[in-house]
């Protein structure tokens, strides 16, 4: 069971706009900054969101976060096929002093 | 751009120990940390630990009784240890440079297999 909670899966039309929630504690995401990242089959994570809400070099402005309280949000504008991958939420936890992961959110582009 | 190369053996029977190495090409070894994170087949990500370049180690309280970090200065790698390997330790373990509150970026993911 993973610390951080994420919905196992999400859907959406291509074009459209999509959510995937990850909810923490206090020792979390509640003080820690939340990463998001993309999982393609076979493939290493790839960064797609760090401290919250910024978007590193080359990924595209489709992709947000945002940061309440103790949950987190990415959310993926104008859906494409090629969106279709696993998501990844990540936060150092001070109580466990390590980093801790979401247990993934699978998200099909119908 | 930093990138990170990653080899060990992969395939391994119980009770082996588990050895990985991660060599950083293309940027700076000091001022970061080094993570070891794992992922079971069709599962999630585990954290494992880090280490700096000074050799100094934080472990995953899950795995810290099996686990050795270490760090080759000279040679801008570090290295995995974990011993006492059961089936359970199968995963594709992934190497990553980690700075501030962001882990970024990843090896390419080595494919360890315990069985006998």
């Known amino acids: 069971q993973s610390v951080l909670t994420q919905p196992p899966s999400v859907s959406e039309a291509p074009r459209q706009r999509v959510t995937i929630s990850c909810s923490g504690s206090?020792?979390?995401?509640?003080?820690?900054?939340v990463n998001w990242y993309q999982q393609l089959p076979g493939k290493a994570p790839k960064l797609l969101i760090y401290?919250?809400?910024l978007l590193p070099s080359g990924v595209s402005d489709r992709f947000s976060g945002s940061k309440s309280g103790t949950s987190a949000s990415l959310a993926i504008s104008r859906l494409q096929s090629e969106d279709e991958a696993i998501y990844y939420c990540?936060?150092?936890?001070?109580?466990?002093?390590?980093?801790?992961f979401g247990g993934g959110t699978k998200l099909t582009v119908l | 751009q930093v990138q990170l190369q990653q080899w060990g053996a992969g395939l391994l029977e119980p009770s082996e120990t588990l050895s990985l190495t991660c060599a950083v090409y293309?940027?700076?070894?000091?001022?970061?940390?080094w993570n070891w994170i794992r992922q079971p087949p069709g599962k999630g990500l585990e954290w494992i630990g880090k280490?700096?370049?000074?050799?100094?180690?934080n472990y995953s309280p899950s795995l810290k009784s099996r686990v050795t970090m270490s760090v080759d200065t000279s040679k801008n790698q570090f290295s995995l240890r974990l011993n006492s390997l059961t089936a359970a330790d199968t995963a594709v373990y992934y190497c990553?440079?980690?700075?501030?509150?962001?882990?970024?970026?990843w090896g390419q993911g080595t494919l360890v297999a315990v069985s006998s």
């Open positions: 990553a440079r980690g700075t501030g509150e962001v882990i970024d970026p």
């Open positions: 293309g940027g700076s070894f000091s001022g970061y940390y």
């Open positions: 280490i700096n370049h000074s050799g100094n180690t």
């Open positions: 206090s020792s979390n995401i509640g003080k820690n900054a």
């Open positions: 401290y919250d809400d």
């Open positions: 990540a936060a150092w936890d001070d109580r466990l002093n390590g980093w801790v």
